[in-house]
């Protein structure tokens, strides 16, 4: 067993602020008593801002996944005609929850590390309709892309104008720019585990005046996830069922730390960090899986080389503290990814490229000591202006 506390580097559960973990073991609250009431209040507001909404924000006892079903059944009905814009595992899985509710679903997919390209939406949703809704991904964790959410939304507002906008942007809001209202966006899910910088169980939705029109006549079977029941819930301090109230401590406390912060030193902060991750693994020899003009400042994925045994080159990653993740879907054992988002800092990403540089090194790899880490401090003080 390793000794010392991991540099957990995955996409998700992210690493944990001290302050955190230790509000998450304060003693246990009455669920319906008026201190939680304060609490879900207070935190509401503050996910509110980071979202950049004044629609509501509810929160759902569950993981992201439970968040975007949340919104396919709230809001839909069997046979709506729905469009999925598709660039990874995690699209794919958004729309296969609108297919198993009974939705007619039509994927418009892209290749697995590119961004969608707009102009073939436009043309899709030309083609098609007329459309209930539109489901997007804006950072889509398997393939390392973010989206350009802004240029799609627009797009769906011009040529399908009553069409709802469904957003999974679980692994991306918080951390790199995002504005709910300015882009028309219908029904944004987020997920705890991610930027937020909590344990996992919670999701958090937005939800439009439109889609609310929505629901009062969406036919889907619903009862766990029905977000008009977290509605009325919300607007006495309640939660239908039993909250995650040790997730809710810890998000108080993450919300805090990130309001100290600020929004836009946040959104700083993961582009450079991200920068520092590419900068080094190409200096190690990886070749970029995604599209460079649309690659993800919460995570990155490098191809593994054809001479590089996986399980070995992760085995001494894990023996030095560093955890990686592996690729998923049809990229499984072809990639690995590195996490930035959160609890994240440019030193921790500059140890994490010393740690592969020596596991490189060990492994025999035309590797020059201190060559990833020197190519990503650089690549972080450009993207902060503080280096030419």
Do not use: C
Request: net charge neutral.
């Amino acid at each position: 067993m390793n000794r010392f506390e991991p540099n957990l580097r995955i996409p998700g559960p992210t690493s944990l602020p001290d302050a955190v973990r230790e509000a998450g073991a304060r003693q246990m609250v009455n669920h319906r008593g008026p201190e939680f009431a304060v609490l879900q209040n207070r935190v509401i507001d503050r996910l509110k801002a980071f979202y950049k909404t004044q629609n509501d924000v509810l929160i759902v006892t569950a993981a992201g996944t439970g968040g975007l079903e949340s919104a396919i059944v709230s809001f839909l009905s069997p046979g709506d005609k729905i469009l999925a814009v598709t660039i990874g595992a995690f699209g794919d899985r958004f729309a296969k929850i609108a297919t198993v509710y009974g939705a007619d679903v039509t994927k418009l997919a892209f290749e697995w590390g590119k961004a969608a390209d707009p102009a073939k939406a436009r043309d899709a949703l030309r083609a098609g309709g007329p459309w209930k809704a539109v489901l997007l991904t804006q950072n889509e964790t398997s393939t390392a892309i973010t989206n350009p959410i802004e240029e799609l939304a627009k797009i769906v507002r011009e040529v399908a104008p009553e069409a709802l906008i469904l957003v999974d942007a679980i692994s991306g809001l918080g951390a790199v720019p995002f504005e709910t209202d300015a882009w028309g966006l219908d029904v944004v899910v987020s997920g705890s585990q991610k930027a937020w910088m909590v344990a996992p169980g919670l999701s958090f939705v937005s939800v439009s005046p439109r889609a609310w029109k929505a629901a009062a006549v969406a036919r889907m079977p619903k009862f766990y996830f029905d977000l008009a029941a977290h509605k009325t819930s919300a607007e006495s301090g309640q939660t239908p069922w039993t909250p995650a109230v040790a997730v809710m401590f810890q998000l108080d406390v993450a919300l805090e730390m990130m309001e100290q912060e600020g929004l836009e030193e946040i959104w700083k902060r993961h582009a450079a960090v991200g920068a520092a991750v590419r900068a080094g693994l190409t200096a190690l020899g990886f070749k970029l899986l995604a599209d460079s003009a649309f690659a993800s400042d919460t995570v990155t994925g490098a191809w593994i080389p054809e001479d590089l045994d996986w399980k070995a080159f992760n085995g001494k990653l894990r023996k030095l503290g560093l955890i990686v993740a592996g690729g998923q879907g049809n990229l499984k054992g072809k990639i690995f990814r590195i996490g930035h988002l959160g609890h994240v800092t440019v030193p921790a990403i500059l140890n994490a490229m010393a740690v592969l540089e020596q596991t490189l090194i060990e492994l025999g790899r035309p590797v020059t000591p201190g060559a990833a880490v020197e190519a990503a401090q650089v690549a972080a003080l450009k993207s902060l202006g503080l280096a030419k």
